[in-house]
């Protein structure tokens, strides 16, 4: 029964194969990608980003198809070794062939791939900031206008900031982070990032001072698709370990285009 087994898998024709009919679903897949529309679908975005499960099989495929090549060539095998090395050739142009229509495709429409922003418009009678474009940053003090204390800049392109915060003179030791959301439904944006990137420490050395600035960026949209997003302050007491929010604005904000 193993010996079966063992004489079926080595067989040269069938990796090879199966890699050539898993690239040729890739290809009618992609095809589709071209008729969606303005709403992209997760499964579309995974093809496009090669995250799908037929990408992940088929970089498997090939590492396993190169190991039996190997083994054909070790055993010298000169009949597999042919008939491998053309199956193989014709699996890979079809897999160049996707490979460059998801470039096309992605060129053409990488708008579509996240629509956050068109789907969050700004809402009317909102009040909001604009980060500031330019190196000067309007310094708070210590008359309590705290709506000067916390400062965005535009980074380098769109959806790329940076932060200056006045840290209060009364404030223990402990951390500051910034949290962001959309307004109109609460949404938190690149939570995974945003805190690690914004993170600083607060002793008393920085008390009555400004931090940073501090670069983060903001994932979800495309650029010069602006929505508004609430950027909070948030502090933790090194001692206790209390949470407490002590600032936030609201700012007109685009995603960064990876």
């Known amino acids: 029964m193993n010996k079966t087994i063992n004489n079926i898998l080595l067989k040269w024709w069938l990796w090879p194969l199966i890699l050539i009919v898993l690239q040729i679903i890739h290809y ?3 095809t589709s990608c071209y008729n969606i529309g303005a709403d992209v679908t997760d499964n579309v975005l995974r093809v ?3 995250r ?5 099989i088929s970089v498997i495929l090939i590492i396993v198809n190169i190991c039996i090549w190997i083994y ?6 000169k009949k597999a070794i042919a008939g491998h090395l053309i199956l193989m050739g014709v699996a890979a142009v079809i897999c160049l062939y996707n490979i460059i229509s998801v470039g096309i495709w992605w060129m053409f429409n990488s708008d579509l791939v996240d629509d956050f922003g068109r789907k969050h418009p700004i809402p009317e009678n909102v009040e909001y900031h604009e980060p500031l474009s330019s190196d000067y940053i309007e310094r708070g003090n210590e008359s309590g206008n705290r709506d000067t204390w916390l ?3 535009e980074g380098g392109q769109g959806g790329i900031y940076y932060y ?6 009364d404030i223990d030791n402990g951390e500051i982070w910034l949290e962001c959301y959309e307004i109109t439904e609460n949404i938190r944006l690149s939570s995974k990032t945003i805190k690690e990137r914004t993170l600083q420490e607060i002793t008393q050395d920085n008390r009555g001072k ?4 501090k670069e983060f960026s903001i994932y979800e949209g495309v650029w010069e698709e602006f929505y508004l997003a609430r950027i909070e302050v948030w502090f933790q007491d090194s001692a206790t370990h209390t949470k407490q ?5 609201i700012y007109k904000v685009e995603g960064w285009m990876r």
């Open 52 to 56: 799908d499960p037929i990408s992940i």
């Open 210 to 213: 400004y931090t940073g600035p």
């Open 48 to 50: 496009v980003n090669f």
């Open 72 to 77: 054909y060539i070790i055993k010298k095998h």
């Open 164 to 169: 200056t915060f006045y840290v209060p003179r």
């Open 151 to 153: 400062q965005i800049k």
């Open 28 to 30: 009618f897949i992609i």
């Open 245 to 249: 929010k002590i600032s936030e604005k």
